[in-house]
């Protein structure tokens, strides 16, 4: 799943490849919120994002990474 973070006071977003379905995606953001905490999130690489609940604009969730051209390692 392709996950784009928008955090707030930030000019870009934070775009991972993760391997969760999305309801457990929305499950995680959910329970960040609820609890105050932080959200934290592992690409496809091993790569760890973690971002204070507080701070979150939008969490965006979509299936596959479509029109993308090149190679991917």
Do not use: C, H, W
């Not at 993760?18 to 609820?34: C, F, M, N, P, Y």
Request: glycine share 10%; aromatic share 2%; proline share 1%.
């Amino acid at each position: 799943m392709e996950v784009k973070i928008g955090v707030q006071n930030a000019n870009r977003e934070l775009t991972i490849d993760a391997d969760l379905a999305a309801d457990e995606i929305e499950e995680r953001v959910t329970k960040a919120i609820a609890a105050g905490g932080v959200l934290t999130l592992s690409d496809t690489r091993g790569r760890r994002v973690v971002v204070p609940a507080d701070k979150l604009a939008y969490v965006d969730v979509s299936t596959g990474v479509s029109g993308q051209v090149g190679f991917r390692s």
